[in-house]
């Protein structure tokens, strides 16, 4: 099956009561047993649920693994996937992760003995020298937020293999849709399905999918122990997002596109950060392991007081943290979602106080252009 295909049909397998063609919400914690311990393969929700197993269903044919899992969030299947190592393990990040997986190894994960260490893993080099001998895993987010920096996902299994540990990808910006990490030897894939998978910004959500059985047996005993399960309402809600996550991501990618090349030739912008852009450092690997560049694009627009003057004039792009769903909406990282950050170590990665992130809509592109240039004009006229 075609992954459009698999986004409309994966996961249902038809109530045979009624007929019913997309898959019930079900609302219920524990389930009748024939006899006692004997169950039909639901006992009691934390452990599975018939609206989680469908959702679970997806992504997993999506991303081609064995299994799947749906968490509370995008963080909580980090945390689980992280609870697959023991005190005194060791991971090798992307150095410009997300905020909250920076803030989980460093602030709490490092609490129970789990170190992490920090590596530009676009540079496969720069990954091989930061593995120790107790280094399980290697983390990686390919592009990066907000740069959209590029790592070669076939050169780091390579290492990983040839190490005996771990390579887990977070998925979340580019989505099977476009990238299909275990085809290129990934063992874990995850996301934060509160962005594109949901896609209409009403939803908190983190899938996992596994490489292999015995991977995801070992994630659902975590997750059955912890517990940072995703509901059946959430887990309903995903699904229909999901059912137009390609035309959704067709449509952002065509209107990013567009934007991108606007950007690029316009006199007040200073760089822009596109990988379907063919100046962007990234933009040859990408065409080699993604069928598409995505909806994220990342801008200098130079002087900090120009920032303001931009954003005041945008009525289409709505201010605000996230990203990937149906609306645009704007950011700007070292205010905002990177403000954690010392200015000095922002700087140092290009996080300047200048650089606007938009997360591009399926709104219509004419529009979003109007927008875009009559913001400019107020700054190259202020
Ligand atoms: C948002 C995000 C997360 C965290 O997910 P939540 O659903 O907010 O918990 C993880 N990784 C990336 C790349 C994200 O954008």
Redesign the pocket.
Same mark, same amino acid.
């Given at each position: 099956m075609k992954p459009k295909t698999m986004m409309i049909h994966s996961g249902i397998t038809g109530d045979e009561k009624t007929g019913a063609v997309s898959v019930p919400i079900y609302q219920v914690s524990t389930y009748k047993q024939p006899k006692a311990g004997e169950h039909t393969g639901y006992e009691y929700s934390r452990t599975a649920n018939p609206t989680r197993t469908a959702l679970e269903t997806v992504i997993r044919d999506l991303e081609g693994g064995a299994n799947g899992y749906a968490f509370g969030?995008?963080?909580?299947?980090?945390t689980a996937v992280m609870m697959l190592f023991n005190s005194g393990d060791h991971i090798v990040l992307t150095d410009d992760?997300?905020g909250? !997986?920076y803030r989980v190894m460093t602030k709490v994960l490092n609490r129970i003995g789990i170190k992490s260490t920090f590596v530009d893993t676009s540079d496969p080099e720069a990954v091989k020298k930061a593995i120790l001998p107790e280094t399980k895993a290697v983390y990686i987010?390919s592009p990066t937020?907000p740069l959209l920096k590029m790592t070669d996902l076939q050169a780091i299994s390579r290492i990983t293999k040839e190490a005996g540990i771990l390579m887990i990808v977070?998925n !979340?910006?580019f989505t099977p849709y476009f990238q299909k990490p275990i085809s290129y030897g990934a063992d874990i894939v995850l996301?934060?399905? !509160?962005?594109y998978l949901g896609g209409h910004s009403d939803v908190?959500?983190?899938l996992v999918v596994t490489a292999t059985e015995e991977l995801g047996e070992e994630l659902h005993f975590v997750q059955n122990s912890t517990g940072g399960i995703l509901g059946p309402q959430d887990a309903w809600l995903l699904m229909r997002g999901m059912k137009t996550l390609g035309l959704r991501m067709e449509a952002h990618q065509q209107n990013a596109q567009k934007i991108a090349e606007f950007l690029e030739q316009h006199p007040a912008i200073t760089r822009v950060y596109y990988p379907g852009l063919s100046a962007h450092p990234g933009h040859e690997l990408a065409k080699t392991q993604a069928t598409g560049f995505g909806g994220m694009i990342s801008f200098d627009i130079g002087k900090e007081e120009n920032v303001d003057v931009f954003l005041s004039q945008l009525k289409l792009f709505t201010i605000a943290e996230?990203?990937?769903a149906v609306e645009s909406l704007i950011s700007v990282p070292a205010r905002m979602t990177h403000a954690s950050i010392p200015k000095e170590r922002r700087e140092e990665l290009g996080i300047t106080d200048g650089l606007i992130r938009i997360s591009v809509g399926i709104e219509d592109i004419d529009d979003l252009l109007h927008d875009i240039e009559q913001g400019l004009d107020a700054v190259t006229n202020g």
């Open positions: 969030s995008g963080m909580a299947a980090i992760v997300y909250g !997986t987010e937020n977070d !979340t910006f996301h934060s399905a !509160t962005k908190v959500g983190g996230s990203l990937g």
